[in-house]
């Protein structure tokens, strides 16, 4: 089991930046890729970013490339999220989520681990 407790998240305005944290307890954090997601009002989750277990390799979806840098330091078992030039649009509730090695990096399931989300406002 691993448990993911994510923070960091609040109120800024636009252009501002924010770094999210997340916590993992239980299982070594070093074992599992890590990402992270988010869900605005009224819509469906959307990946944002994730990361290999030693942190060599990212995915960012398309659209953050540039505004958002995701990193982790397993001495610490966090894994963190840089998100720079807020925009409203990036209004949401941003979940981590972290998985066992396997076929398919990239892609995270529902019955994987998650946290319970730390929200984030931006406004313009």
């Known amino acids: 089991q691993v448990q993911l407790v994510e923070s960091g998240g609040g109120l800024v305005q636009t252009g501002g930046s924010l770094r999210l944290s997340c916590a993992a307890s239980?299982?070594?954090?070093?074992?599992?890729?890590m990402g992270w997601f988010r869900q605005a009002p009224g819509k469906e989750r959307e990946f944002v970013a994730a990361?290999?277990?030693?942190?060599?390799?990212?995915y960012y979806a398309d659209s953050l490339k540039g505004r958002f840098t995701i990193s982790r330091d397993n001495a610490k078992n966090t894994m963190y999220l840089q998100m720079n030039s807020l925009k409203p649009e990036d209004t949401a509730v941003y979940y981590c989520?972290?998985?066992?090695?396997?076929?398919?990096?990239?892609?995270?399931?529902?019955?994987?681990?998650w946290g319970q989300g730390t929200q984030v406002v931006v406004s313009s």
């Open positions: 990361i290999t277990q030693s942190g060599g390799s990212t």
């Open positions: 239980g299982r070594t954090a070093s074992n599992y890729v």
């Open positions: 989520a972290a998985h066992p090695p396997r076929y398919g990096t990239w892609k995270f399931l529902d019955n994987d681990y």
